[in-house]
C-alpha cells in the first residue's frame, strides 16, 4: 500500500485535528480509509470514527458531541436494527450468494444453525478470501449436510436442475461447485454494480474499525480458574476484531485473572444499555466429532450471542501483569519447572499415577528443580525432593507470577496447563484417552494420549469423571472409569494414563532441560 501523507510518526493528521489530541489508527483503519471510504485519506467515515473513539477513550465528552453533530452523517451504520437473515439478502458477496443458491435447492437455514452468521463472514471475506477459506466453508456445508439432512434434498435437487448450473455440480458432492458458483455470481455481481465490499460492510463485520457508542456487556461465568481462562481469549478476540466497539467487564470466579487486563472496564449493574451474557461453551459436545479447540469455545458462543462474526484471535489465554507486578523478584530464585500431581474429587479419571510423577522428579534431580503446587482442599500427595507450596498456597496471583518466572510445567488438563499457555511456557500435559487431543493443545505444549489405543477410548475420547466411585452421593460415581488401576498405587489411576510410562515425560523434559 502506498504510504499515506497523513500518517506521520505513526499518528493519523486528520483524525487527530479532528479529535484535538494524538490518534494511532490500527492498521486495518488505515487500509479501509485508503481503499473503500468514498473519500480515501480525507475527513470520512473512517478518520471520524477514529477520532469519535479517542474521545470517547480518554473520555472527552464535549469533543466527543462535537464530532457527532459536525459529522454525524457520516456515521450511521449500515444494518443498526436489521437481522442477520435481513442483513444477508440485502449484502453483497459469496455469503449472500450462496444462501440464495441454497434456498434455490430447497435448502433453508435452520433456527439452532450458523448458516447466517457464516454468510455475513463470507461476505466479509469477499470471493478472494472464500477462496483462500474454501476448505473450512466446504466444512461448514457438510456439518449442515449432517447435522440438518441436506444430503438427500440437495442430492435430488441438483439432479433435477436443468439449467447450466447442473453442468458444474456433482450430485454426488455437490457443495464444491455450490461454493464456487457461488464465488463466480458474487465476482460478477461487484463487477456490475462496481461496488467491491465498500462501505456496506464497515463497523458491522470484520474489520476492526471503531463504532459510534461501544455497546455494554457483562460477561457471567461461575466455572473453575481453568475454564476463566481461556474466557480470556474470547474478550480479547472481541476487542482485536471490534476495538472501541465494546466495553466489557465480567462477573467470575478468580477475579485476580482479570487483573490488569486492559480490555475490563467497570460497568454497574445498573448501568443503562448493559448487556449481561452468561457465557458458556457448548462446542464441547461437538469436540469428539470435530476438531475444536477448548480456547475457542467461549468466542464461538459470543458470536452468536452477538450474532456478528468473531473468530478466535489468538492462540492462548492471555493474563496482564502490572508494572509492580513485573518490578518484583521471582519467588523462587534460579529455574525452576511446575508440577501438579493432584486432582479434585469430581474429576479422579486424570489423576496421572503418583508414583509416576515421584520417579519423574528422582531422575531429574540435580538438573530440574521443581516446585509442586495445589491447593489444600483437593487431593495432592506430596512429592519427594521438591519445593513444596502446597500448604502455602499459594495466592492465585502469586501463581500467576510463579508461572511467568517458570521454565515450564507438568501435570493433567487443569488450571496450571492453561496459565502455561498463557505465558508461553512448554507444558507436559497428562491426558490419557479421557479428552480428545485437538480440544486440549497448545502451542508449546506437549500432550501425551492415548486417544484409540483401548475400546474404551476408540473412536472418541470416555469423558469419563471418576476412576472409581467415591460414595458421596455425586452423580459423577455413575461416570466410572472401564478399566480402573489400583494395585500397587497409592491412588486409583485410569488404565490410560497409567500407560504413559515416565520415561516419555523424561524424553521430553530432555530437549527442555
Not at 226 to 255: F, M, N
Amino acid at each position: 500500500m502506498e504510504p499515506c501523507v497523513h500518517l506521520q510518526s505513526e499518528l493519523c493528521r486528520i483524525a487527530s485535528e479532528l479529535a484535538g489530541r494524538d490518534v494511532r489508527p490500527h492498521v486495518t483503519a488505515c487500509e479501509f480509509c485508503t481503499h473503500k471510504a468514498d473519500l480515501p485519506r480525507a475527513i470520512n467515515r473512517v478518520t471520524v470514527s477514529i477520532a469519535l473513539s479517542e474521545c470517547m477513550r480518554s473520555e472527552d465528552i464535549a469533543g466527543a458531541n462535537r464530532l457527532k453533530q459536525t459529522y454525524g452523517t457520516l456515521l450511521r451504520t449500515p444494518h443498526e436494527g436489521v437481522s442477520r437473515a435481513e442483513q444477508v439478502r440485502q449484502g453483497h458477496g459469496p455469503g449472500t450468494e450462496l444462501h440464495k443458491l441454497l434456498a434455490s435447492l430447497g435448502v433453508h437455514e435452520q433456527e439452532n444453525c450458523q448458516c447466517l452468521t457464516r454468510a455475513l463472514q463470507m461476505n466479509a471475506w469477499g470471493p478472494a478470501g472464500c477462496r483462500e477459506h474454501r476448505d473450512e466453508i466446504l466444512a461448514w456445508m457438510r456439518e449442515g449436510q449432517d447435522r440438518f439432512g441436506w444430503r438427500d434434498k440437495l442430492t435430488a435437487a441438483t439432479r433435477a436442475v436443468t439449467t447450466g448450473l447442473a453442468f458444474r455440480l456433482n450430485p454426488l458432492d455437490p457443495f464444491p461447485g455450490i461454493l464456487d458458483e457461488s464465488i463466480r455470481r458474487a465476482e460478477a455481481q461487484a463487477e456490475r454494480t462496481g461496488n467491491v465490499r465498500k462501505d456496506a460492510e464497515f463497523g458491522k463485520l470484520v474489520g476492526p474499525v471503531a463504532q459510534v457508542r461501544p455497546e455494554k456487556l457483562i460477561l457471567k461465568c461461575n466455572l473453575c480458574p481453568g475454564d476463566i481462562l481461556t474466557l480470556t481469549a474470547a474478550v480479547e478476540s472481541l476487542h482485536r476484531t471490534y476495538p472501541g466497539q465494546y466495553l466489557t467487564d465480567v462477573r467470575t470466579p478468580a477475579k485476580e485473572i482479570w487483573h490488569a487486563n486492559p480490555h475490563v472496564t467497570t460497568i454497574l449493574d445498573s448501568e443503562p444499555g448493559v448487556r449481561v451474557i452468561d457465557m458458556h461453551y457448548p462446542s464441547i459436545n461437538r469436540c469428539n466429532q470435530e476438531s475444536v479447540p477448548f480456547l475457542g469455545g467461549y468466542t464461538e458462543y459470543l458470536a452468536e450471542q452477538l450474532m456478528r462474526p468473531l473468530r478466535l484471535q489468538t492462540n492462548r489465554p492471555h493474563i496482564y501483569m502490572s508494572a509492580a507486578e513485573l518490578a518484583q523478584p521471582p519467588q523462587i530464585d534460579g529455574p525452576y519447572w511446575i508440577v501438579n500431581a493432584g486432582i479434585k474429587r469430581d474429576y479422579t479419571c486424570k489423576a496421572w499415577p503418583i508414583e509416576h510423577y515421584q520417579e519423574v522428579v528422582d531422575r531429574t534431580a540435580g538438573r530440574i528443580r521443581w516446585v509442586q503446587i495445589g491447593l489444600r482442599e483437593h487431593e495432592h500427595p506430596p512429592l519427594r525432593g521438591v519445593t513444596s507450596l502446597l500448604d502455602s498456597g499459594p495466592p492465585l496471583r502469586e501463581l500467576i507470577r510463579l508461572a511467568y518466572h517458570a521454565q515450564g510445567g507438568l501435570g493433567p488438563v487443569t488450571f496450571l496447563q492453561h496459565l502455561c499457555a498463557a505465558w508461553e511456557k512448554p507444558y507436559v500435559c497428562l491426558v490419557g484417552g479421557r479428552e480428545p487431543t485437538t480440544w486440549v493443545q497448545y502451542p508449546y505444549q506437549h500432550t501425551l494420549h492415548t486417544v484409540g489405543q483401548l475400546d474404551c477410548c476408540r473412536p472418541y475420547s470416555c469423558w469419563r469423571a471418576r476412576v472409581v466411585p467415591l460414595g458421596d452421593g455425586d452423580e459423577k460415581d455413575k461416570s466410572l472409569c472401564q478399566y480402573p488401576v489400583t494395585e500397587g498405587l497409592v491412588r486409583p489411576s485410569p488404565k490410560c494414563l497409567a500407560m504413559i510410562r515416565p520415561e516419555e515425560v523424561l524424553q521430553i523434559l530432555e530437549r527442555h532441560a
